[in-house]
């Protein structure tokens, strides 16, 4: 990535960019000589270093009667991503409320491959470490899984260790191995019900079909529709 790219990402204007990467490269200077090396007229910097400071990027040294400006460490931009990533999740959050504050279901259509990527890159980027979703799987689960899941689903997956149960059937089981947090039923093969190519998934509030011949997502957002669909699922799964 980038430079300036990385910069603007930890919420540097433009100007505010120049004057920082400036100050690193020529160490301690004045107002003077940092509207020079940046390119930009005094007023300009005389703008931007206060909003530098704010951000506990630079910060100011008094020698004489002259005042030269200092670069903090670029380790400090870690500090400013993270705490602009926790004001982001914030706002997804307060925007995810507003969306479902009338109770009505929420449904939403995807295609092609990317918009099947799309909805289990949801499942596992949305739910907190350690928590669990539900999932009908179709016998063609590992020639799907190359096809439609995301590059860093299992490491985001992994990495959460996330829970899940899983029902399908006896060709679908040969193809995985048996993992701790993953727990399976299987289908009698004269009830199979999973030669049609279709996966649902179902996790916090929301219930996702996805269908892999019309390569095709339908995602349900309601409360008591997943609560729902999760009690039939636990219910079959208690049978099997």
Known sequence: ??????????????????????????????????ARNAGLHRPVVYKFLPRLQEK???HEVKKGKSTYFVAESPDKLSYLFDSMTGQFKDAVSELKDLQTKD?????????????????????????KKGELYYRYTSSRGRE???KYLPANYRKIRDSKKLERFVISNVKRAAQKKPRMERAMRLVPPEFDLFEDDVTLLMYQDKVAYIDYNTETATVIQNKMIAIFQIKIFKLLYSRL
């Open 144 to 146: 799907n899984d190359e």
């Open 1 to 34: 990535m980038d430079i300036s790219d990385a910069l603007k990402l930890a919420g540097l204007t433009k100007q505010e960019s120049l004057i920082y990467k400036g100050l690193l490269e020529s160490g301690p200077e004045t107002v003077a000589v940092i």
């Open 103 to 127: 109770g009505k279901p929420i449904v939403k259509f995807y295609e092609g491959k990317e918009g099947i990527r799309g909805v289990f890159y949801d499942m596992v980027s949305s739910l």
């Open 56 to 58: 506990g990027l630079i």
